[in-house]
């Protein structure tokens, strides 16, 4: 009996491993080859540097920031574990009554078995299997993780699994969800910070401390409680854990510090790596811009336009959310991504309205203003011209916890947009393409084309000179008329027959006519493209006068030739390219071309610096530096210009209308464009006090000022 008993148990036990056997070739005909994880690349983040080494821009399907084991805190690795897989250090893959009864769940249920798989199997089916819910697939998941085991050591697997796990907003693995939801990098989490990151792979969405902060802060303190009962943890450092707040401090939101800059870097990297290069290998992108000059533009084309629409007084017209039929408690303006700091515009909410005080919600924070704050407007009380549910556009000047403080300001839909290059190199040190990028992608400085006005004749005067004229040689500045054409000066008078130097600086329309006239209007417009402008003109005497349309790049670029003694040097955003690995893969070096003598360069620098000493652009003196430059304003005031130059560094401003309205009566390019110029390089020269000009020691004095002849 006992005999047959055995035999029986021998035959079930041969069948039971035949069985397994059959299953497991099965199943694992099609599995993946497990020695592919020793080459396993995952997708990660392509990173842009500014010329300091600052990290400001990213690319990625995927956000992800690899480490190694040592980059995971011991508190968050044991939080992990203690919520995911208690037993990770001593198992062998799989847990088979958990796993079983797991698969037993997935076949008869909608739902996921809690805690079913271990930490080797959830790594096993995120990077090689589907989320199907089939016996096949869980087989495969379990042969997986048994060949993994096999191959990897506990550390090695953990590292994989942390930068592989999806923890929500688009963000993969524990380093970059630490640095997205906390700011700082996985090894320096604390406590209820790791815990918070363990809990999120269970339900990244629904366990989101930005989407779900209650259901977070729940699931966070059941890791901590996990820890606790571990005994890894003690009891008074889970109840501190416990108390504590959810302690979010986001990063800021990826490629908002530039972002038209990014944009146009993202297209060239795309033109010469393809997308999938650019958007998953983790490329290392070196790039021209300096970071602290692209803050100082940004604030100097936001200060600037503030300045523009308190000139012309309260305008109305605001957009209101309830009128909309939009819920004010739930509405979301998409600049409510970016972080607020004193210096910071951006819209708010109006909540609620007394006469004088006006409460407003930006994001989760509330506003507050008072009469001061809007004084410039005219109005008395703030019942007079707002109302709960407008949307008004603000300047942030302070904060105090929750409550922020700022001013009133307008978006009327005035744009600007500012260009900043290094005169040696070609580096584009700074690009602002308009006022918001979260409004407007469309990039102002290097896709716009505006009529120039009277920073073309620039080109005008160069050709003159290039045939023998000079700054002391008589133009007349009279009455004239080409057929049915009579063009005028700015100001309607006349002032007879006066010098190049004076009819330059002071932007007089008929000198610069005549001068067309004189030295060919073909041979301007060639010098024109000599100088890289790229826009077909047509060849009419107005064009003298700046009715050619033109990128602000193609200007600031064209100008930098002046200082440069008539070389040209193409502007770019990129110096070098490396791999993941640091492999260099591309080097951009500038490229140079020879547009005028510098001999006619140093001549129009004559007249050029004379326009920042005494005529149009004077108010650029009060920098007491060597400057030149042009500005420019078209008929009716739709484009106002300038563009300008240190020694160092060319820069341009443009502010306009995307629809070519008037900006208004006498707002000229001194007036509209020049400040931001001056605001934007009172910054970029403030460490070069002793930079000159070519040939400055014979022609300037002491302060840069032409010794005219």
Not at 297 to 302: I, K, R
Not at 518 to 533: D, P, W, Y
Request: aromatic share 8%; glycine share 10%; hydrophobic share 40%.
């Amino acid at each position: 009996m006992a005999g047959n008993v055995a035999l029986l148990a021998l035959i079930l036990l041969a069948g039971a491993v035949g069985s397994l056997g059959g299953l497991m070739l099965v199943y694992s005909v099609n599995l993946p080859q497990i020695n592919d994880l020793e080459h396993y690349q995952p997708m990660t983040t392509t990173e842009l540097y500014d010329i300091h080494g600052r990290s400001f821009g990213s690319f990625a399907l995927e956000r992800r920031v690899v480490v190694g084991y040592s980059g995971f805190s011991p508190l968050l690795r044991q939080a992990v574990i203690s919520i995911e897989d208690k037993n990770f250090e001593s198992h062998w893959g799989i847990n088979l009554f958990r796993v079983f009864g797991a698969a037993w769940h997935d076949l008869t249920s909608k739902g996921r078995a809690q805690g079913a798989s271990t930490l080797t199997m959830q790594l096993a089916r995120n990077l090689f299997l589907s989320d199907a819910r089939t016996l096949s697939r869980k087989l495969q998941e379990i042969f997986l993780s048994l060949q993994i085991e096999h191959a990897f050591t506990k550390q090695q697997i953990f590292t994989l699994y942390g930068n592989q796990i999806y923890l929500g907003s688009g963000v993969y693995g524990f380093e970059a969800g630490a640095e997205y939801y906390f700011s700082k990098h996985a090894d320096d989490l604390t406590l209820p910070e790791a815990a918070l990151l363990a809990g999120l792979p269970k339900g990244p969405v629904e366990f989101s401390p930005v989407l779900n902060p209650d259901r977070a802060l729940r699931r966070r303190n059941t890791v901590i409680n996990a820890m606790l009962e571990d005994g890894v943890i003690t009891a008074a450092q889970a109840s501190a854990a416990r108390s504590a707040p959810l302690g979010l401090h986001p990063e800021t939101p990826p490629n908002s510090v530039a972002p038209w800059f990014i944009e146009e870097v993202r297209r060239e990297l795309e033109r010469r790596f393809g997308t999938t290069e650019v958007h998953e290998a983790g490329l290392r992108v070196y790039t021209t811009l300096d970071l602290d000059l692209q803050h100082t533009a940004s604030q100097a084309v936001l200060d600037g336009l503030a300045a523009y629409e308190h000139r012309h007084g309260w305008r109305g017209g605001l957009l209101n959310v309830i009128a909309g039929g939009l819920d004010v408690n739930t509405f979301k303006h998409p600049d409510w991504s970016m972080a607020t700091s004193p210096g910071t515009y951006i819209h708010a909410l109006v909540t609620g309205v007394l006469p004088y005080q006006v409460t407003a919600r930006v994001g989760e924070h509330q506003l507050l203003l008072t009469p001061e704050d809007w004084a410039w407007t005219g109005f008395h009380t703030a019942d007079q011209f707002l109302h709960p549910g407008d949307l008004i556009y603000v300047r942030i000047t302070g904060q105090a916890g929750s409550l922020l403080r700022g001013t009133l300001e307008e978006d009327s839909g005035t744009q600007a947009a500012l260009l900043a290059m290094d005169n040696t190199t070609g580096d584009v040190l700074a690009l602002v393409g308009g006022r918001d990028f979260n409004l407007s992608q469309f990039d102002r400085a290097t896709q716009a084309e505006r009529q120039t006005g009277s920073s073309f004749k620039a080109y005008v005067y160069t050709a003159a000179v290039e045939q023998g004229l000079t700054p002391s040689d008589t133009v007349e500045d009279t009455p004239v008329s080409f057929g049915s054409w009579t063009p005028h000066n700015y100001d309607g008078q006349f002032k007879g027959r006066i010098s190049l130097l004076e009819a330059f600086a002071d932007s007089r329309n008929i000198p610069a006519i005549r001068l067309a006239e004189h030295a060919g209007i073909r041979n301007v417009i060639a010098i024109a493209h000599k100088f890289g402008i790229t826009t077909n003109i047509p060849p009419y005497l107005p064009i003298a006068l700046g009715s050619a349309e033109v990128t602000l790049e193609q200007q600031v670029a064209a100008y930098s030739v002046f200082p440069n003694d008539g070389l040209r040097i193409a502007p770019h955003l990129i110096r070098r390219v490396t791999s993941a690995e640091g492999l260099p893969l591309f080097e951009d070096a500038p490229e140079v071309s020879e547009v005028v003598s510098a001999k006619t360069a140093r001549t129009m620098m004559i007249m050029l610096r004379d326009v920042t000493h005494s005529g149009t652009g004077a108010a650029a003196a009060a920098l007491h530096h060597p400057l030149g430059g042009k500005t420019g304003t078209t008929n009716d005031f739709t484009d106002a210009w300038f563009i300008g130059f240190s020694p160092s560094i060319t820069c341009g401003v443009w502010t306009g209308y995307d629809d070519r309205r008037s900006l208004g009566d006498r707002e000229t390019g001194a007036k509209a464009a020049l400040p931001i110029w001056t605001d934007f390089m009172k910054v970029a020269i403030a460490d070069k006090p002793n930079e000159s000009f070519p040939g400055d020691a014979s022609s300037t004095g002491p302060t840069g000022t032409p010794r005219l002849p």
